[in-house]
């Protein structure tokens, strides 16, 4: 049972296309981050929700955009993708805000054509 | 400006023997230490952490790690590696207090393992 899934583990499109990606965690925690990684392996985390809360919202273009319908869904849907926005994107997951620990899903790997 | 540094981009070792990364924070306090390991095609994955006590720390797969406050070192060690050690290693640091707490990231560590 993976405890925290990523869908789709690979994305291929266009620029201009708009695509989501979805997270889910079964390991009942409240706090849910995503992050993306650069081709150079650099992490930077995006947007973090608890209980269905934004509580980080990082210097990221507006067309990213994350949605949580519940405290164990978290997706991210892109508008008018650009070539730049290729890259690895994790979701992750903790049990409170603290975020002392983060469980990590496999990453969607995005690739803009 | 808080930061990780990681210094060695890639390190090679055989199989059996020792390994060191290492890993140097700038900080304002003490932060709490991480460090994870990304296999290929993975996602990320806890070794261990460092938030009080004992300065050395013991970790899954047979991995520790150092705490040294005088350095603001976080060093992580195996005594023997194996193959499946082949990775990507990550250090980083949080904060030990407030709600909304973010992870600095190091660069990471390409560890390539010879037979």
């Known amino acids: 049972d993976t405890a925290v899934s990523q869908t789709p583990k690979y994305l291929v499109t266009q620029m201009g296309n708009d695509k989501s990606i979805k997270c889910e965690q079964n390991?009942?925690?409240?706090?849910m981050y995503w992050y993306k990684q650069d081709s150079k392996k650099f992490l930077k985390i995006m947007f973090s929700?608890?209980?269905?809360?934004?509580?980080i919202n990082e210097t990221v273009p507006n067309r990213f955009s994350p949605k949580s319908p519940d405290k164990a869904h978290l997706n991210l849907h892109i508008n008018s993708l650009e070539l730049g926005d290729s890259a690895v994107y994790f979701c992750?997951?903790?049990?409170?805000?603290?975020?002392?620990?983060?469980?990590f899903g496999q990453g969607t790997r995005l690739t803009v054509v | 400006a808080q930061s990780v540094t990681q210094p060695d981009i890639h390190i090679t070792v055989s199989e059996g023997a020792s390994l060191e990364l290492r890993c140097n924070y700038s900080?304002?306090?003490?932060?709490?230490l991480f460090w994870y390991v990304q296999s290929p095609g993975q996602g990320l994955q806890l070794l261990l952490k460092?938030?009080?006590?004992d300065t050395l720390v013991q970790g899954i797969k047979g991995f520790e790690a150092e705490f040294k406050r005088s350095q603001s070192s976080f060093n992580l060690r195996k005594p023997s590696v194996h193959w499946s050690d082949a990775a990507e290693y990550f250090c980083?640091?949080?904060?030990?207090?407030?709600?909304?707490?973010?992870?600095?990231w190091g660069l990471g560590t390409s560890l390539a393992v010879n037979p």
């Open positions: 980083a640091v949080g904060p030990r207090a407030g709600n909304n707490r973010k992870l600095i």
């Open positions: 929700y608890n209980n269905k809360e934004l509580i």
């Open positions: 460092y938030f009080s006590g």
């Open positions: 992750a997951s903790s049990k409170d805000r603290a975020g002392t620990e983060a469980f």
């Open positions: 390991l009942g925690h409240d706090t």
């Open positions: 900080y304002g306090a003490t932060p709490y």
